[in-house]
Every structure is written in C-alpha cells, then in structure tokens.
C-alpha cells in the first residue's frame, strides 16, 4: 500500500442513499481471483445498458466527469455483502476517496485496509458538496488532508472528519494491518498457551 | 472479588483479548473458528503466498465451495457439472489453496458440502462463547448459538489465515427485546424482517446485538440462526443469543462436539454465557411478538419491509427528502406504487433456500403447506436445501417427494438464487417470492425484483401463484 500524500481532486455525486455492495459490483462478477480489472465493472448495471454499451445518463459516463478521483454518494454507502472486491473496484476505476453522511462497518473496514478513504461527512457538508456540484458539474474540486483530517470544500470551508488513530496511521504510512499483527506474535504465542483450541477440523471430510 | 455485571457481548469479548485496545490501537482479538468459501478467499491466499506465509492454524480452519457452484442434478457418473469456466476455475483455485496449506475442504459433490453457515453448525464446529469469522457478511448466523460470529473482508481473511487473529475496535451492545409469543403462520424470518423495518438497515451499524425475550427462547435453533442471519441487514455485524438447553441439544451428538466428560465440562460452561443481571447494554429495542404478521419487503433493501396485511408506505410517510428518494427509485425499479397492497400481486418465481432459510425446519415448513397441493403452474419454484447433509435429511423425511409432486424443483446444495452467482437466476422485470436475505436491485439476477418473505409466505405464493398470506391457506 502507497503512502497517503495530500490532493486536491474534482468529484462526482451519485445522491442515492443506501448504495450496497451489490451496486458497487454485482456477484455475477465475483468468480475472479484477482483484483485486476475491477475498476471497468463498478456500478456495472448503473453504468452499462444492456447491450454492454455506456449509459450516457450515469455520472461517471457523462464527458465532465472523466478522471473524477472523489465520489460523494447519499447515507449508508456500502451496505450488504462484506466483499472487498467493492473498494478494490472503487480504487480500480480510480477513486480515492468516497464522501458520506454514514457508511456501514465491514465496507470502511475493507476500504481503510487498502488507503481507500471513507470520509464521513455532515448532512449540512453533503449538501453544499451537492449543490456546487450543480452549479457546475465536475468542475468543482475538494482537497483532501488526512494528517489534519480535514476536507477543504469549493468555497474553501474546511471542515473535519473523524477516523480511527490506527488506520489514519496505516493509510497514512502506507503500513498494511497484517505486518503489525505478525509483530504481535509473541502474545499471541502466551494467549496460544493458556487457552487450548475450541475446535478440531483436522479429518473433518 | 465480585466482577461487575457482563453483557454476553463482553464475557466472549474479553476471553479473546491477545492483546488489549488502547488509545492507538485497537485489540488484537483471537478467533477460534475461520470459515472460508471460493469467493472471498482467492486474493488472501495469493497474499499469504507472495509474503512466505503459512496458515497458523489449519485445524482450527475449515473451507466449503457454496457460492459459484451449480444446484442443477448430478450427472450419470454422480459428479455435478460445473459448466462456467470462470466458476470452475474459482473452484479449482480453493482446492489448490487447500491442499498446499492443509486446510480441510467440503468440495463439491461431497457428502458434508454446503452453505457456509449451515455447515458449520451442522458439524458441531459452531458452539458458544466462541469467536467465529468468515469472510461473509452472514457469518452473524453462528450467533445464535451465543458465539461472537462476524463477516470480515478478504484482506482480513489473510489476516486470520496467517494470524488467526484480527484487530477490532470493541463494538457497543445493543439489545433486541422481543416480547410475548409468535402466533400461528407467524415465524422467526418475520421477526427479524419486522427489527430491521422498524430500525432500517442502517440502525445497528457499529452494534453488536442481543436478542432477547420470550419469543427468542421459543424458537427452534434453526430459527434462531434466521434471526441472527439476518443482523447484517439491520446493519450490526454480530447478533447473539445467549445459549440454553434448546441449544445443548442442537450440539450434542454432532461430528466435532465435545465428547464424555469434555461435553459436561463445555455445558457447565456455556451456562455462564448469559448477560448478568444489571449489566447494562449500550441501546435497547423492543418487539411485540404478538401482534406480529408475516412480513414481506416491497422494495431494494431489506429494510423495506411491511406486514403482508399492510401496504406500501408513501412519500408523505417519509420524513426527510433522501427517504422520499430513496422509495422512489426502488418503486420505480419495483414497478409498484405508493400505497400498493402486495397480496395478490403475480409472481414468476418462488425461491426457497439460502443461508437465511434452507435448513430442515425451513424444508419441513415449505413442504406442510405444499403436502397434497400444486404450486401454480405459471410459476417456476425452486427449492435449494443448504448443505448435502440436509438434502438427505429431508429426502429421509420424503419432503422433496412432496415437493417434486406439487411441481417444485429439488435441487442440490448450495447459495443458488440468493447471489445468482451460478446461473440460477431470475430474468430482468421477473418478481420473485424469496427466503433469502437480500432484495437489493439485481441480486438475484439482473433486472430481477425480489419480495424477502418466510418459507410459509413463500410457499403459500408458490401455490396460489401469487403473494399470499400463509394463514389464509386452509
Ligand atoms: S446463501 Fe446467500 S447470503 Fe448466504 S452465504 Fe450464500 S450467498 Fe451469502
């Protein structure tokens, strides 16, 4: 994971509230086993029209919109199934950041894991993102400050965004979760010990 | 020294604490059971490769193939074909992964092969106070045998393979209160349907839940993994019920449950895991089971849900412009009205299975209703049993007679219809009666509208042909 470096990016809005995983990319593409090429199918029934051509009325279709880096989208982005294949989709089309009021738990767990930003934001903050936007569409930038925690709006408001020490550190330095488990080793060798195993799947089938 | 009073959330929490929360951190939390399948596997796997690592911990792991694989008949040679590429390939990836790193595998085509969350409790691997993951978010099924069970992402998945531990912020507790008795053709999926109305789905994001009350303790443990399955859908990861003799007996017996003087030893122990008295949760809801109808969702999300006497609410009815949005669109998607009532309205298919709904007492409620009756013949009706263990059983009992002469397919084991990952699936504009757990727009295929119901509802439409309260069927 790349180190997180500060940006300013236009955005898109899709103001739709509860866009769950399978939006984000439908199961019938989850046979892969590779998380190369993901970014061509997000929001694939949105964005795609039956036969496989764009949609030229979904957001990220239309020609002001092309290389839009940030995604403001309504309440409760990423619900439904915990795949991880949704921020790996997300990142894949070039996102890097998603803005909402609310999102649910698994999908900004699986966001932060890969320095995909899950900026939680004001209803008062979605507004005003939604209305600049309308004025004029993607064109309109924001800047994005994880150290500070700060997004600085069209107008130049800043306005703060709460994250977790350990994942702003993480994204931040670009550290995966799973060095720092490794390092945990030897409580894990002391708890190990002290409690024997619950289970035994050995010769189960 | 006295302990202050524990919800059963903390007394499973704090027994697998390797490492405590602090102010920079979050804990490092042991799990003792890690469940794998096709999906959400793959890219972990590559990960532990690419690093030199191992599976820490083989035995305490346990992989099965549900998603991607066909529920359509064995062939002559008893082998179920697997005719997409990109599935097989999928498949044939998980028994690579688990043959070079030990890990024991359910494939395809044998005898304990199932979904995820059926087999687990199935083998007597799930029991309670355990911590269980699965890169899933319907792991939150296990929890009703009070294990703390929880979906996690594929990055996660290496985490556990490689670690058997996750780093987790300590969740708040909520508890789920459901009060009085269930009446007659009224069940456990319609409950869980009726928390998640009243919460929506975003309302217990952040929470773990416990689901308490009379009518809990009255349920069945297969209908208390429908509750608990459906957790997700109300936005908490977890839902627990505190275990008790419905749930020793479920165990005892099974492949891997405790044995002799171990089983006492376990029981004397599960028997602790219950909330003390006075130990105070972070949030409480309640829910009458007695004025409880069967429910049914008329929209795209599973919090869309109204009693099957009701109707569909309108945009007077929501309270703020992103609702009024929101149920317009899935309307619109739904091609149903405002103020619409849902009986009697034609469906093409009736789907019955899933991890929500396929274990025998789903199968023995479908099949009370379809005894001596034909399902309409305009409609296609599917019934998936969980696992291959299930299949049996229900064979044993002579349900999928039943169901195959009321003109049902029986089909073999497996996450079928409710993903639509393995071409049962339904066309664009078709309706669908359902017993899985999401109607989200295309998830059972694209362009497809899903109505979430219960087995009897499901059933009582896959006779009538069309969306039918189960107590009006006589
Ligand atoms: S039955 Fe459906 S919800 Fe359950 S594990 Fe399979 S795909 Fe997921």
Redesign the pocket.
């Known amino acids: 994971m790349e180190s997180f470096k500060p940006y300013t990016a236009r955005y898109a809005v899709l103001p739709v509230e509860n866009i769950d995983t399978d939006q984000i990319i439908p199961?019938r593409f989850l046979k892969t086993t590779s998380k190369v090429g993901l970014g061509e199918i997000l929001f694939s029934d949105w964005r795609y029209n039956d036969d496989g051509t764009p949609n030229p009325t979904f957001v990220v279709n239309k020609p002001e919109y092309q290389g839009v880096e940030v995604l403001v989208a309504g309440n409760n982005f990423g619900c439904g199934?915990s795949r991880e294949h949704a921020p790996w989709a997300l990142q894949g089309f070039g996102f890097k950041a998603v803005l909402s009021t609310y999102f649910a738990d698994i999908f900004r767990n699986n966001s932060l894991k890969n320095g995909l930003l899950p900026i939680i934001i004001s209803e008062e903050t979605y507004q005003k993102l939604v209305s600049a936007d309308a004025e004029a569409a993607g064109e309109v930038e924001i800047a994005v400050d994880l150290a500070t925690q700060t997004v600085t709006l069209p107008d130049g408001e800043k306005v703060h965004f709460p994250i977790e020490p350990f994942a702003k550190y993480c994204v931040l330095n670009g550290v995966d979760q799973l060095g720092f488990l490794v390092s945990a080793d030897d409580d894990l060798t002391t708890y190990e010990s002290a409690h024997a195993a619950r289970v035994n799947t050995a010769g189960l089938v | 020294m006295t302990t202050a009073p524990q919800t059963l959330f903390e007394k499973i929490w704090n027994r697998h604490i390797v490492r405590p929360e602090t102010s920079e951190t979050p804990a490092v939390l042991y799990v003792d059971l890690h469940l794998v399948?096709e999906v959400t596997s793959p890219q972990a796997f590559t990960e532990l490769r690419e690093r030199g690592l191992k599976v820490r911990r083989p035995s305490q792991t346990v992989a099965t193939m549900?998603?991607s694989t066909p529920t359509t008949p064995r062939g002559r040679d008893g082998i179920i074909p697997v005719p997409d590429v990109q599935a097989q390939a999928q498949l044939t990836q998980l028994e690579t992964n688990c043959r070079d790193f030990g890990i024991p595998l359910f494939a395809l085509g044998t005898e304990n092969q199932g979904?995820?969350?059926v087999i687990g409790p199935e083998q007597g691997l799930t029991q309670p106070g355990m911590t269980i993951v699965c890169g899933?978010?319907?792991t939150s099924?296990h929890g009703a045998f009070g294990a703390l069970a929880f979906g996690i992402g594929t990055s996660e998945v290496g985490h556990v393979l490689a670690t058997q531990c996750l780093l987790q912020s300590r969740p708040k507790t909520m508890e789920v209160r459901i009060n009085g008795t269930l009446r007659p053709g009224v069940g456990a999926k319609d409950i869980i349907l009726a928390i998640i109305a009243q919460i929506g789905i975003g309302g217990g994001t952040g929470y773990v839940f416990e689901y308490t009350g009379s009518a809990i303790r009255g349920l069945s443990m297969e209908e208390r993994m429908t509750v608990c399955?459906m957790s997700i859908e109300g936005g908490a990861r977890a839902g627990l019920i505190a275990p008790d003799q419905v749930t020793f007996e479920y165990i005892k017996g099974r492949p891997r449950a405790p044995q002799g003087a171990a089983w006492d030893a376990a029981i004397a122990d599960w028997q602790t895991l219950v909330t003390d008295h006075g130990a105070v949760y972070d949030a409480t809801i309640e829910l009458d089971a007695d004025v409880l109808a069967p429910m049914i969702t008329y929209g795209t999300n599973p919090g869309m849900g109204i009693p099957i006497t009701g109707t569909i609410p309108t945009r007077n009815d929501m309270t703020d412009e992103q609702s009024k949005a929101g149920l317009e669109k899935a309307l619109k998607y739904m091609d149903l009205s405002e103020g619409q009532s849902l009986i009697g309205k034609a469906v093409d298919v009736v789907f019955i299975?899933?991890?929500?709904n396929?274990r025998i007492t789903d199968l023995r409620q479908a099949a009370s209703l379809m005894v001596g009756r034909t399902v309409n013949p305009k409609v296609r009706v599917m019934v998936v049993p969980?696992s291959a263990q299930v299949k049996k059983q229900a064979e044993a009992e002579g349900l999928d007679k039943i169901f195959v002469a009321a003109g049902a397919e029986w089909r073999e084991a497996?996450?079928?219809m409710?993903?639509a990952?393995n071409g049962d699936q339904l066309k664009p504009g078709q309706y669908a009666v359902s017993t899985?757990?999401?109607n989200f727009e295309g998830r059972q295929g694209k362009g497809g509208r899903t109505f979430l119901a219960s087995p009897l509802t499901a059933a009582a439409t896959a006779i009538s042909g069309v969306i039918s309260d189960p107590r009006d069927i006589r």
């Open positions: 199961a199934s | 399948h549900d998603h979904i995820v969350h899933d978010s319907h099924t399955n299975g899933s991890c929500t396929s969980g497996g996450c079928s409710c993903i990952m899985s757990n999401r």
